[in-house]
């Protein structure tokens, strides 16, 4: 048997909903999901195996990143255009129910600059008519620059089948990059890591989350298969600690169990999380 391989970016506006199309395409959370902007801040890889076929998705920040100026974004305007350029198709995943014509015009021509084949996935599905899709799709078209097209709710995992063949259709031969058993680049301790990182962004303010850094320092399994998880939570300025903790501590209080639920649902196992806040020396 042959193997094949295709590599897959997924590009689309802040929460357009690639980190649950990635999840949902996996089978298994690798990627958080919050309603905050900017939430993915790495490439995050899911790999999906059918039959000889490998497909390695690439989360990516929100494509509003494409084309920034601001020096503070620099890292995740590289992070996206290092996905583009090193796979094989993109994804432009629209949130079907927020559709701009002019932004998503704007980005299928910055990317199209690449000479990569562009297949846009209309997602939320769910949340419209599907009739109002129609004319989204013959302007689009009118482009010429889109290969395909694709209605989903990446949620409820519908037309996620009929894209999976499509894409496996696509793959060329080649040795896969991950071994059969994996379905991420990233391992246990960057999801849980994640996490944290994601009940900050829920309970604080937006500018705090992108200052500070959540760093493992324990990760063990237990003999009863419960897992002990030690954390510290970096800060870049000693003024947000208060911040963080909360009055009486309710703030951190909060930060830790909705990260410890997270995680238990993610492992099927019970956790032990310990936080600890720390001061980044410069």
């Known amino acids: 048997m042959i193997n094949k391989l295709i590599k897959i970016a997924l590009i689309g506006n802040t929460n357009a909903g690639k980190s649950t199309f990635i999840n949902s395409m996996v089978g298994q959370t690798i990627s958080i999901i919050n309603k905050k902007i900017n939430t993915t801040q790495n490439i995050i890889m899911g790999?999906?195996?059918?039959?000889?076929?490998?497909?390695?998705?690439?989360?990516?920040?929100?494509?509003?990143f494409l084309k920034t100026s601001f020096s503070n974004q620099k890292k995740l305007k590289i992070y996206i255009w290092s996905a583009i350029e090193d796979v094989d198709c993109i994804l432009y995943i629209i949130d079907v129910s927020k559709y701009n014509f002019e932004t998503v015009y704007s980005d299928l021509k910055k990317i199209k600059e690449t000479k990569k084949s562009i297949i846009i996935v209309f997602n939320k599905i769910d949340?419209?008519?599907?009739?109002?899709i129609l004319p989204y799709i013959k302007s689009l078209n009118n482009l010429n620059l889109v290969?395909?097209?694709?209605?989903?709710?990446?949620?409820?995992?519908?037309?996620?089948?009929?894209?999976?063949?499509?894409?496996k259709s696509k793959a060329q031969c080649n040795k896969w990059i991950f071994n059969k058993d994996k379905v991420s680049n990233k391992d246990n301790i960057f999801l849980t890591n994640e996490c944290t990182r994601n009940a900050i962004l829920k309970y604080l303010h937006k500018e705090i989350p992108y200052n500070l850094?959540?760093?493992?320092?324990?990760?063990k399994?237990?003999?009863?298969?419960?897992?002990?998880?030690k954390q510290s939570i970096d800060l870049k300025n000693k003024r947000y600690k208060p911040i963080i903790l909360g009055k009486n501590g309710e703030t951190i209080k909060k930060i830790r169990e909705c990260s410890q639920n997270e995680i238990s649902k993610i492992m099927k196992s019970k956790i032990h999380l310990y936080l600890q806040i720390n001061k980044i020396n410069d």
Request: hydrophobic fraction near 45%; aromatic fraction near 8%.
């Open 221 to 229: 399994l237990l003999n009863n298969n419960d897992i002990k998880i």
């Open 147 to 167: 290969d395909a097209f694709f209605n989903v709710s990446a949620k409820n995992k519908k037309g996620l089948s009929e894209l999976s063949i499509f894409l």
């Open 127 to 132: 949340l419209i008519d599907n009739i109002l």
């Open 213 to 219: 850094i959540v760093r493992n320092t324990l990760y």
């Open 47 to 64: 790999i999906v195996n059918i039959n000889e076929t490998q497909l390695i998705l690439y989360d990516t920040p929100g494509s509003n």
